[in-house]
Every structure is written in C-alpha cells, then in structure tokens.
C-alpha cells in the first residue's frame, strides 16, 4: 500500500516536470490548448472525440485544412478551423505532435478483436502501420474511441470523406469489407494497448 | 442580515490587513496556511476555477496554487437538462476534486469565501485567511431575485425550482414533472440576456417537451421570454420543435411548446402557483422561474463589480480585474465581449487567464489570447446542434475570428453523440 503510494508519488513528480517544459506559456501553447475542452487535455481524448495529442503533425496538419477547406466533412472542426491560418494550424500541430499519445482503455470482443486483426494484416498494415499505431498520412487508428471509428467508417463507406485509391481498393473495392468486417476492425484498433 | 455578517467579516478582513491584530474576534481572521513562495488563491472549482488552478501548475510548477470551493463536489449545469428529462444521472454531471489536486499538487480548502481584502493582498473565507500574490475569481453568478415581486430567495426556489444552479435544484424539477398528472401545465420563464448559457432555456423546453411527449403527451409547456426572440440558435430550436413537438409559431394553442417572446414576469405567487408578467397571470402545475442574474456574491464582496452592479469588467488579455488590481475574474462572472457565459467559455477564459498569470508572475508580458466557444443544444435525446466561435484579442476588445464558427446547418445526430464527447472530455480536464 505505502510502496503504491510512494510510487505515484513519484510517477507523479516525473510527470509534472518532465511535463513543464511542454507546456510553458507560449502562443502556441495559447492556440492548442482550448482545444482541449473536446479533445482532452494534451489532446488525449477521455471519450467519444478522436486523439489528437502525439498524432503526427502532417497528419494534424493535412486534416485541419481539409476541415477547413470542406474536402473533409465534419460536425464542428469546419467551423473551427476557419479561425486559423496556416501558420497557425502548422504551430497547433506541432505543439499536439509531441505530446504522448494515450490509448484509450475500452472494452472489446476477443472474437471480433482476432478477426479483425486478420483483415488488418491483410489490407491495412501496409499504410496502417504497426497495428495502426504509426504511418505519418493515414493518422493514429490504434486506440481510437470506437464511437469516432464508427462514425469515420461510414463516413468513408459512405464517400463523405475521401481515401486515398489503394485503402477504398482495400474497402470498398473488389472483396468489398462487410459491417462485420468494419465492427471486427474498429474492435481491433480499440484493442490496442 | 447575511450581508451585515459578510461585510463585518470584510472589515476584519481588512483590519487584519492593516495589522490590528490582537482584536479578540481575529481568529476568524487567521491566516490558515502561511505563504512562502508565490502563490495564487482561485476561488470557485467550477468550469473557470479547475481549469485556471490546473493550468497555472502546468505551466510553472513552482507557483504554489490554492483552490477554495464551498462544496465538496462540483455538479454541473451542462447536461442537467437531460437529467430533467429523465435520460441522464445526475452523478454522471458529479465530480470530485481528489485526482485532480493530488495529480497537479494543487491545495484545496474547502470554504466559503466571505471576501477579498485587495489592499493586503488576502482571501477572508469561512476558515480563516489566505495571503496571495495573485487571486483568479470564478464564482459563476447570483440572482436578482428582488426583481420578481412576492420571490422568497428561502423559500420560493424550495416550490419553484430555478434548476439553474445544478443539485438538488435539477432533481426537484424532474421530481416534480414526474409527479404531475398527464394533461398538466409547465410554465417556464426567461431572463432578458445576458445570463449564463444563452441557448441553455431554450435546451431546457426541448428537454421537458421530450419528456411531456413520451409520457405525459396531453401535456404542455408555457414559455415566456423577456427577450424580444429566442436568445440562442434561433432557427434551429423552432425548426427542431415544429418537426418533434407540433410547434405552431402561429398557433400556440398547437403542440406541446407554447412559446411566447416579450413576456417578463414580474410577480409570482408561490403558494397559489401563478406567475405574472403585469398583462395577464398563468397559473400552471410545475413552474420553473429562470431569475435574472449577476455575478457571484463574493465578487460584490470584492469589489470587483462594475458600474452596472451586475457584471466585472476586466482586461480582455488578462483577466484582470479593471477595478482590483491583482485580482483576476473569469467565467460567467466577467464581461469578455461577445463571448457567452458558458462553460465552455469559462474553460477557455481560465487556460488564457491562467497562461498570462503565470507570465505576470515572472515579469513578462502577457500573450495574445485566443479562445473557443461551443456550446451544444439536445433537442430530442438523439438530435443535437450546436453553436460556436473563435475569439481573440484586436484593440484591447474581445472579438469572434470573422468568417468562422456559426451554428450547425440542421438538427444532427452525430452532434448528439460528439456532444457527449464534449461533456465527458471537459468533466475529465477539470478533474484529472
Ligand atoms: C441548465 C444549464 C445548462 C448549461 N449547459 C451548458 C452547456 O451545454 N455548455 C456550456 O458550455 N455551458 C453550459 N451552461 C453554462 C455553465 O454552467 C456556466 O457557464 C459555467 O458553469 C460557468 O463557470 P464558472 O466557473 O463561472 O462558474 P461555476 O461553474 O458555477 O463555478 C463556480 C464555483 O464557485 C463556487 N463558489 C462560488 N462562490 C463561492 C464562494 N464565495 N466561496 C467558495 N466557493 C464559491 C461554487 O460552489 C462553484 O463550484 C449551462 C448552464 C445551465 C444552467
């Protein structure tokens, strides 16, 4: 109990100042952190909204001017990032790119988690990589919230949202994914720890 | 009677500060928690006064943070009008103070905070003293109560709820639709603006007309608005009420929503359930009086009220007040332009706030702020909008980025899911 407690203690101190220097006041500071009331604080999102803190700054980067520009739909990011010019978006996502990218803990179905991570082997892997973990263009999927997945799912199936050629070749096109296989998928990159 | 008990402890407050120490009755004076280094008191754990307390201890550790809250758990306002409507638990709007003191060494102590002695630079609250290089206010508001003819601030809230402070307030109101009998009237009235979270009534007739339509369908709501028109998402609230609630714009007598703009109450009648606006009076079953409002009390304790007797101006980079120096004011409390009194806006005030503080404090300058508002709306509990903007600084004015934010193009479900996200994510930034 008391070696637990020492332990946070510790944990705790190594994190407020390895921490301080991230988040010394700065504009940049100033620019990315009210976006943390939606995205949670440092970008880790603590339910529902994707994470953005520790995504790659080209990818944070590319989606804020989609937003911005409409090629990307959205429910609010639109409207948000019309605010901000591009040295602006390019000082956000720098600042969001080196903090931790936190998991999400959620739960999952082994069945489905094993099932999808055969699709992802197979289809994914390649740009995805690392179980979704890493690729600079295609964003983190590993340890997303699954409501976000979904939604970005369907957005995609549904050509809201564009893909790049060879990922619809690996959605949509000949073998074209099931629900099942997309549930299957989305329960995998949630099951990453 | 409160007040002659405040104002003495504020003249001890003061006494303390000019050092008449030795007066019998200085105990209640006493400095609790002798200051060593730099040290900012923030006042109000709510949506402003988590996020400053936790942002000033991010971004310079070695500025010591006391936070002093009255309660000892924090219930909030957003979301407690689905907990109305009965599809949500109030324990989910709940949360506590530990993990985010212990995560971010902040101190909290737990009183009530009688008023500020500017001049010694000292918080006088229930407990005793705190000395502060800096103070960050964010009390939310008070009411007006004296402007409603026969309003009891005891004992009138106690039969017509105003929910508008979220507790025991928020149950009261769902207990009492609950209890109503099918083919009852709700009356509800709305302040003239600004009050704290413009599309906030508004959310409220969609919540109770929601649960009215699923359980008490013969039912119906009464609204009367002091403003001349709905004060928040306008469009969007008639469009989503004539497609779920038989909203008539044209025909009150039409649908469960009965709403009427430039009516004002000015009398109640508690015992008797009537309200009345001086033209005609409505007797109804559950009324829910949203009461005008101001800043905290504590923040006329404190001297940092302006010339309207309502609301603090403060500098727009700062926070600081324009009338106490060193005593910074965000949240519904203070005047930040166009910007709402929402929570979201209180949560952005208190990371520019806490930023710049913590700049003073090291003797540099302050830097530009930059601000997002997004306040979402349920119309039905799978339809959701929302309305937003991007503030910064120009001139010394708080101002909305032109050509950005706006309301949402229609009523949407996936705003009802990322609306959760919004609730959930900044719950957790203010306690964790
Ligand atoms: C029904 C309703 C729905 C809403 N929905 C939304 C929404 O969806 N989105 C949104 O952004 N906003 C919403 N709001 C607005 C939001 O609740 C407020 O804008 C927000 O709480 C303001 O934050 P604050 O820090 O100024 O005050 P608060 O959050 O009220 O915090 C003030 C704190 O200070 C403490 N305090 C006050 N005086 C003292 C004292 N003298 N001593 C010690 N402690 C003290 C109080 O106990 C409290 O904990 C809603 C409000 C209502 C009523």
Redesign the pocket.
Known sequence: MRLKLIVALFAGGVAISSSAFAHEPSHTAMLSNTCNGCHGTDGASAGFNPTVGGTPQTYIIDQMKKFKSGERPSTIMGRLAKAYSDDEIAAIASYYSTHKYVLAKQETDPAKVARGKEIHKERCEKCHEDNGRSGDDGGTIAGQWKDYLKITFQEFREKKREMPKKMAAKIAGEGPLSDADIDALIDFYASQK | MSIDRRSFIKLLGASAGIGLAGVPMISVANEIMPKKGRRVVV?????????AAKYIRMSDPSIEVVL????KD????????LV?AGLRDLKENTISYEKLTANHGIKLVH????SIDVGAKKVV??AGTISYDRAVL?????FRFDEIEGYDEKTTPEVIPH????GPQ?LLLRDQLRAMKDGGVVAMTVPQSPF??P???Y??ISMIAHYLKHNKPNSKIVVWDANEKIASKEGLFKKGWAKHYGYDAKDASKGLIAYHSNSKIVKVDAKGKEIDNGVEALKADVINI?PPQKA???AF?AGVVGEDKKWCPVDQITFESKLAPGVHV?????MAGPM????????SQ?KVCALNVVQLLNDKAPIDPSHV?????YITDKEAVSVSAVYKVAEGKTISVPNSGGVSPDLSELEAVY?KG??KN?LTEMSS
């Not at chain 2, 009183?111 to 009688?114: D, I, L």
């Not at chain 2, 508002?373 to 709306?377: D, F, L």
């Open positions: 006042i109000g754990g709510g949506y402003g006064g988590t996020i002093v809250e009255q309660n924090f219930v909030s306002c957003p979301f407690s009008n109305i009183a009530e905070v009688t609250t229930s964010s009390p939310g508001i008070s929910a508008w402070k979220a928020t704290r979270c599309p906030g009534p959310e409220r949203i905290g009390h504590i304790h965000i949240g519904d409390s203070c709402p009194k929402s929570g979201y806006a209180a949560n208190a508002n997004v306040c979402y709306s609306a919004w609730i900044i």
